[in-house]
């Protein structure tokens, strides 16, 4: 006969609602979810009737990164893309974080600045190549002025959000301290905001990547997203498939920088319970 | 004794038109130098928002606030205010959030060496007196909250403020830590000797910090009774046993069950029963 059932609950396993997932088998889940799309990728581009223009491999992916990077100057595209992004994502940062402090603390500066901004938020970044071509001319600058377009409005807002869900009882408390109004947005709102602040800086800088294609389409004859589209012109499928993948890495890479930069800054955000 | 706060007519309105409230109606209140009163009430009685006008982070419609004779303008480093979570700066250590108001203007004005030595050996006494040295290093979403609230009231009295004005301070706290904490803030009035002002729904708590219980009632927001607390002014947790106590604490949460206006209709609770027995 088969032993008594027990009667004590037993450990909920991983498919229960919210159940728990160590650490090996949480590797083993992402590992999957990485080699099958591969697997899938790799089986049906090798089939005979799928037509290489149409799905390049693996293989001819990685082939074409070895000779992008020996012959096409692969490091000057990747330099010139990261130095557009990120100049774009700067000037747009550092212009937005003391709009979005007064935003946040002062209500008529709210009120002058946030319908504007949301309004001119829903306007599609390409759509202002003409302008800019003809305002800003095609200079480096040009490019930069559309990822700045396509991220900076969005920043103000979400960092304006941060600033404003700083607890009031914070701010209420440097002022039965003697705080003046200059101290508590330095010395408290500031403060208090600066790790939302920073997630915001992470997922702008996100967006940011996705104009470049976008903001080199205007008369550029380098970059990622240059390549890309002279690859299409060519038909050069296997090119395309690389320039995404590395704007892909490259936004990773980013991500876990400003992750990193979070955990150093922000230390008592980080503790282990 | 002398009187530290004159509360005098005071009114305050919420909103305009339609959405008017009227938070506050005519409280008069004066509190002398060193008293400790606490304020009771149902909710909406505006006890809160009375506080925070003292505090000066409300502003009232009517009447005045009078602190050592002067109208009060805004907030100030002499009332000193603490709340009932999340005013801890999380981004300073224990040591460093009790310190804040030393990196203020106002706390370095005309500041000699021998002032700076001072401070720093108050932020130690205070640290020792509330038992935080151990913790004066870690950061406050280290500690629990009794130890957070620990941490507010001491960097609330590193400016020796003259008035504490405390807003459900031990609110979310359990019972325990809360009785803990009752005996601290006690300690802490003797030695300090600051004006006390404190908010709470906890009547028990109410009777046995004050040397005045003030009994406030809703719709408008007013005063409704002034209870003296007839304990003697060194209180132990075993009074809260005693008769006096005890009587007090009927006839108080008897008052404030009337003027809450909310009544528990006994038929409609029978009619409940009955619908759930047929089901």
């Given at each position: 006969?088969?032993?008594?059932?027990?009667?004590?609950?037993?450990?909920?396993?991983?498919?229960?609602?919210?159940?728990?997932?160590?650490?090996?088998?949480?590797?083993?889940?992402?590992?999957?979810?990485?080699?099958?799309?591969?697997?899938?990728?790799?089986?049906?581009?090798?089939?005979?009737?799928?037509?290489?223009?149409?799905?390049?491999?693996?293989?001819?992916?990685?082939?074409?990164?070895?000779?992008?990077?020996?012959?096409?100057?692969?490091?000057?595209?990747?330099?010139?893309?990261?130095?557009?992004?990120?100049?774009?994502?700067?000037?747009?940062?550092?212009?937005?974080?003391?709009?979005?402090?007064?935003?946040?603390?002062?209500?008529?500066?709210?009120?002058?600045?946030?319908?504007?901004?949301?309004?001119?938020?829903?306007?599609?970044?390409?759509?202002?190549?003409?302008?800019?071509?003809?305002?800003?001319?095609?200079?480096?600058?040009?490019?930069?002025?559309?990822?700045?377009?396509?991220?900076?409005?969005?920043?103000?807002?979400?960092?304006?959000?941060?600033v404003r869900r700083v607890p009031l009882a914070q701010i209420e408390a440097a002022q039965t301290?003697?705080?003046?109004?200059?101290?508590?947005?330095?010395?408290?709102?500031?403060?208090?905001?600066?790790?939302?602040?920073?997630?915001?800086?992470?997922?702008?800088?996100?967006?940011?990547?996705?104009?470049?294609?976008?903001?080199?389409?205007?008369?550029?004859?380098?970059?990622?997203?240059?390549?890309?589209?002279?690859?299409?012109?060519?038909?050069?499928?296997?090119?395309?498939?690389?320039?995404?993948?590395?704007?892909?890495?490259?936004?990773?890479?980013?991500?876990?920088?400003?992750?990193?930069?979070?955990?150093?800054?922000?230390?008592?955000?980080?503790?282990?319970? | 004794?002398?009187?530290?706060?004159?509360?005098?007519?005071?009114?305050?309105?919420?909103?305009?038109?339609?959405?008017?409230?009227?938070?506050?109606?005519?409280?008069?209140?004066?509190?002398?130098?060193?008293?400790?009163?606490?304020?009771?009430?149902?909710?909406?009685?505006?006890?809160?928002?009375?506080?925070?006008?003292?505090?000066?982070?409300?502003?009232?419609?009517?009447?005045?606030?009078?602190?050592?004779?002067?109208?009060?303008?805004?907030?100030?480093?002499?009332?000193?205010?603490?709340?009932?979570?999340?005013?801890?700066?999380?981004?300073?250590?224990?040591?460093?959030?009790?310190?804040?108001?030393?990196?203020?203007?106002?706390?370095?004005?005309?500041?000699?060496?021998?002032?700076?030595?001072?401070?720093?050996?108050?932020?130690?006494?205070?640290?020792?007196?509330?038992?935080?040295?151990?913790?004066?290093?870690?950061?406050?979403?280290?500690?629990?909250?009794?130890?957070?609230?620990?941490?507010?009231?001491?960097?609330?009295?590193?400016?020796?403020?003259?008035?504490?004005?405390?807003?459900?301070?031990?609110?979310?706290?359990?019972?325990?830590?809360?009785?803990?904490?009752?005996?601290?803030?006690?300690?802490?009035?003797?030695?300090?000797?600051?004006?006390?002002?404190?908010?709470?729904?906890?009547?028990?708590?109410?009777?046995?910090?004050?040397?005045?219980?003030?009994?406030?009632?809703?719709?408008?927001?007013?005063?409704?009774?002034?209870?003296?607390?007839?304990?003697?002014?060194?209180?132990?947790?075993?009074?809260?046993?005693?008769?006096?106590?005890?009587?007090?604490?009927?006839?108080?949460?008897?008052?404030?069950?009337?003027?809450?206006?909310?009544?528990?209709?006994?038929?409609?609770?029978?009619?409940?029963?009955?619908?759930?027995?047929?089901?």
């Amino acid at each position: 006969m088969q032993s008594r059932p027990s009667t004590r609950p037993r450990r909920p396993g991983m498919w229960a609602i919210r159940g728990p997932l160590s650490r090996r088998q949480y590797w083993l889940f992402a590992a999957l979810g990485l080699l099958v799309p591969l697997g899938l990728w790799w089986g049906v581009s090798s089939g005979a009737a799928v037509d290489k223009v149409f799905l390049p491999g693996p293989v001819d992916v990685f082939n074409r990164l070895v000779t992008w990077f020996t012959e096409d100057d692969l490091m000057s595209d990747m330099g010139i893309s990261i130095y557009r992004v990120t100049t774009g994502f700067l000037i747009s940062a550092v212009i937005a974080l003391p709009l979005a402090l007064m935003i946040g603390t002062f209500r008529p500066v709210q009120a002058v600045l946030e319908p504007l901004t949301d309004f001119i938020r829903y306007m599609p970044a390409v759509a202002f190549i003409p302008l800019v071509m003809l305002w800003v001319g095609i200079e480096e600058s040009s490019k930069i002025s559309i990822i700045f377009i396509g991220t900076f409005f969005q920043m103000v807002l979400m960092m304006a959000e941060d600033v404003r869900r700083v607890p009031l009882a914070q701010i209420e408390a440097a002022q039965t301290m003697g705080a003046q109004k200059g101290e508590t947005i330095s010395l408290v709102i500031f403060q208090a905001a600066k790790p939302a602040l920073l997630d915001t800086l992470r997922v702008t800088m996100g967006w940011a990547w996705t104009y470049l294609v976008v903001a080199e389409l205007v008369a550029a004859n380098s970059g990622l997203g240059y390549s890309i589209l002279k690859a299409q012109r060519f038909l050069q499928t296997d090119k395309i498939f690389v320039g995404i993948i590395l704007i892909g890495l490259i936004g990773l890479v980013m991500d876990q920088l400003f992750r990193l930069a979070h955990r150093k800054a922000f230390p008592w955000l980080h503790l282990r319970s | 004794m002398s009187t530290k706060i004159s509360i005098q007519h005071v009114g305050k309105v919420f909103g305009e038109g339609r959405h008017r409230v009227e938070a506050l109606k005519d409280v008069s209140l004066d509190i002398a130098d060193n008293e400790f009163v606490t304020f009771v009430g149902a909710s909406g009685c505006g006890k809160s928002t009375l506080l925070r006008i003292i505090g000066g982070l409300e502003y009232h419609t009517a009447g005045d606030v009078l602190v050592d004779d002067q109208a009060i303008m805004g907030p100030g480093a002499d009332r000193a205010m603490v709340f009932q979570h999340y005013s801890l700066y999380p981004w300073l250590t224990v040591m460093e959030n009790i310190k804040f108001s030393r990196r203020l203007r106002h706390g370095r004005e005309n500041l000699s060496a021998a002032d700076v030595e001072a401070a720093s050996g108050r932020a130690d006494a205070l640290l020792s007196l509330m038992g935080l040295t151990a913790a004066a290093d870690a950061w406050p979403n280290q500690l629990s909250g009794g130890m957070q609230q620990r941490v507010a009231i001491a960097r609330a009295l590193m400016g020796r403020p003259q008035v504490l004005l405390m807003d459900e301070p031990f609110g979310a706290l359990d019972a325990q830590t809360r009785e803990v904490m009752h005996d601290l803030i006690l300690h802490v009035h003797r030695l300090e000797k600051p004006t006390l002002a404190f908010v709470t729904h906890d009547v028990e708590e109410a009777i046995y910090l004050a040397d005045r219980v003030v009994l406030m009632a809703p719709r408008p927001g007013r005063i409704d009774t002034i209870y003296e607390v007839p304990l003697p002014a060194e209180r132990e947790q075993d009074m809260k046993h005693t008769p006096e106590f005890l009587s007090l604490k009927k006839e108080i949460l008897a008052r404030i069950r009337e003027t809450s206006g909310m009544k528990t209709d006994q038929g409609m609770l029978d009619q409940l029963n009955l619908q759930g027995s047929t089901v």
